[in-house]
């Protein structure tokens, strides 16, 4: 979700040389080159159409709100005016062109005026630029937790990749039973065959007199890995406000044709598609191409859509504008109409950076970095990054083989090849050799059953105490999260005894201590743990209660800790969405 950097710049232009340059030269990959080279050209072009379009021709006339408190502003009464930019685009206005709403942010255009008030509540965030990083958000006033920050409709969405038939409409798996009367692709019934999403590409079907034909419904079919791609394509005449936003993006075409055979496979199954068997003309390969990139680095999976073997994609282009950050400050949740909601994690101060997650926290460094650097190609080096401990959770630590009570930390966590040196003696090993100590573990971890209680403690027991792991090493943590779910499933069959109350308490506190400390705020997963935790921390109250081993004083006490937890944990898993809409 990297993206270009602001239009016009002097770094941009730098960028472009230096690209240039490079193309040069690699003579030995003439086509793509000449491929990407007529792209960047397009783009240029593209580029200055838009700044003549949102110009201050369109500037909308606003006046500055005296109402807001001056210690929630980022400094907009003192802003020089040759400082004053647009919230989103960065282009310079006058001072004007404030929002008569809030007074927080500038504003160049309708257009933008829509992005940061789409309805009544205007959006506290504030699209900044930096040659290095690219666009970021940060917070234009202070922001409670469980606040809205961005609501946004799906720019896309469609089957993701390769996949069995499905719905385009719904993404549910079909078995031809009913087929769009039009364009012949399967769909569920004729509300689907209707619906908003399918009318796209059924349209441009019907224009290229296109009919779809399958025989088989059980191994998937190549036509619909084009179907994403071609309604962002078409979204550029039907929907060219929401096209701007797609294009918006940065696709890293070059880092995945290079790094990549599937984003290869991928552009010939569209373009053999679109190009020859719906005879598309409109669209040259270039688009093609930068639309396959802009969804394989941007777009978002479904799962829960249809099916896990059939999920869905969508495109939130504004959503996409978030940097992101292992320690990060907000949270989401994609609803049934495909709108997506960002909310505040933690408390997110004026002039913050805004932040997004795109893996797991429950990874530890060493295996969280380098996911991200192969598949979204940049190097992560926030806080949590930085810090060989993680926190001082020590989720990636290693026991020294050399002293007792030592463990092996890396000298730099942010350089990959570093050295990993003990904490207690002058023992160093080479990262190779932490690597095959990781991956033999994690291959290992893999195969543990973790449908049987028995064997799950078994793990447990034996990674945290008889091998190189720490017990707070992250491999540890995802066996000890598993273990409670799996006793949380089995108290809906029988009733747990009481070993077994005490042992999911004990493992609800142990995963609270670890990843509260790198994934703090209100979060889904937390909010699960509590509850699972005061589940069984009731069960055990009542017995002692009625045991007499307690007295009324401390029961009541004991129930009054739950309560208040269980609030909490209410308001962890909500997080301020609606339990109702939210998948």
């Known amino acids: 979700m990297r993206e270009l950097t602001q239009e016009g710049t002097e770094e941009e232009d730098r960028e472009e040389i230096q690209l240039k340059n490079k193309m040069t030269e690699k003579k030995e990959r003439p086509d793509r080159l000449k491929l990407l080279t007529f792209y960047k050209e397009k783009l240029n072009k593209s580029r200055e159409r838009k700044l003549k379009k949102i110009g201050r021709s369109e500037a909308v006339e606003v006046k500055s709100v005296n109402s807001i408190p001056t210690d929630r502003l980022i400094n907009a009464s003192e802003v020089p005016d040759s400082d004053i930019v647009c919230f989103y685009c960065g282009i310079s206005v006058d001072s004007s062109c404030a929002c008569r709403h809030c007074g927080l942010v500038y504003i160049c255009s309708k257009v933008h005026e829509e992005i940061h008030r789409p309805g009544d509540y205007c959006f506290p965030f504030i699209v900044k630029r930096d040659p290095r990083v690219g666009r970021y958000c940060i917070a234009s006033r202070d922001i409670e937790p469980c606040e809205l920050i961005l609501r946004e409709e799906a720019a896309a969405a469609g089957p993701y990749t390769k996949t069995l038939p499905v719905c385009l409409q719904c993404f549910k798996k079909v078995d031809g039973s009913y087929s769009c009367e039009r364009c012949k692709f399967p769909v569920c019934n004729a509300d689907c065959a209707n619906g908003n999403l399918h009318k796209l590409e059924c349209d441009y079907f019907v224009e290229k007199s296109f009919q779809f034909s399958i025989k088989r419904f059980d191994k998937p079919n190549s036509s619909y890995v084009s179907i994403t791609p071609l309604r962002m394509l078409l979204k550029k005449k039907v929907d060219p406000k929401t096209f701007d936003r797609i294009n918006f993006l940065m696709d ?29 003309t409109e669209f040259s390969e270039c688009d093609i191409t930068r639309v396959i990139g802009i969804l394989r680095t941007n777009g978002m999976k479904l799962e829960q859509v249809g099916s896990r073997e059939c999920p869905g994609v969508a495109l939130y282009p504004i959503y996409c504008l978030l940097n992101h950050a292992c320690y990060n400050n907000t949270n989401y949740v994609k609803f049934k109409d495909l709108h997506l909601e960002l909310r505040a994690q933690t408390k997110i101060a004026a002039g913050e950076e805004i932040t997004t997650r795109y893996v797991s926290s429950t990874l530890g ?8 650097s192969k598949y979204w190609f940049f190097h ?95 491999l540890v943590v995802e066996l000890c999260h598993s273990l409670i779910h799996k006793y949380a499933a089995l108290s809906l069959i029988r009733s747990l005894t009481r070993p077994e109350n005490e042992r999911k308490v004990q493992l609800c506190l142990q995963v609270l201590d670890v990843l509260s400390k790198v994934d703090p705020g209100f979060t889904k997963w937390r909010g699960t743990i509590l509850q699972e935790m005061v589940s069984s921390m009731m069960v055990i109250a009542k017995s002692d209660w009625n045991k007499k081993i307690i007295t009324e004083q401390m029961f009541k006490k004991r129930l009054y800790y739950c309560m208040v937890t269980l609030s909490q944990a209410r308001k962890c898993q909500l997080g301020g969405f609606s339990k109702d809409e939210q998948y």
């Open 365 to 372: 460094n060493f295996r969280r970095r380098r996911d991200i």
């Open 380 to 474: 992560c080096t926030c806080k949590r990054c930085e810090d060989t401990t993680e926190m001082g959770t020590n989720m990636s630590a290693i026991k020294c083989s050399n002293c007792r009570g030592g463990m092996m930390l890396p000298e730099n966590s942010l350089d990959y090849k570093a050295q990993w040196a003990c904490n207690s003696c002058t023992n160093r090993w080479d990262v190779n050799r932490v690597a095959e100590i990781m991956d033999k573990h994690e291959e290992n971890v893999q195969n543990v059953d973790t449908s049987d209680i028995d064997k799950l403690e078994e793990a447990i027991y034996h990674y945290s105490e008889k091998t190189e792991l720490h017990s707070n090493h992250y």
């Open 252 to 280: 890293h075409i070059e880092e995945r044709t290079a790094s990549n055979n599937h984003i290869n496979m991928m552009y010939l199954n569209v373009a053999m598609f679109l190009r020859k068997t719906c005879n598309m």
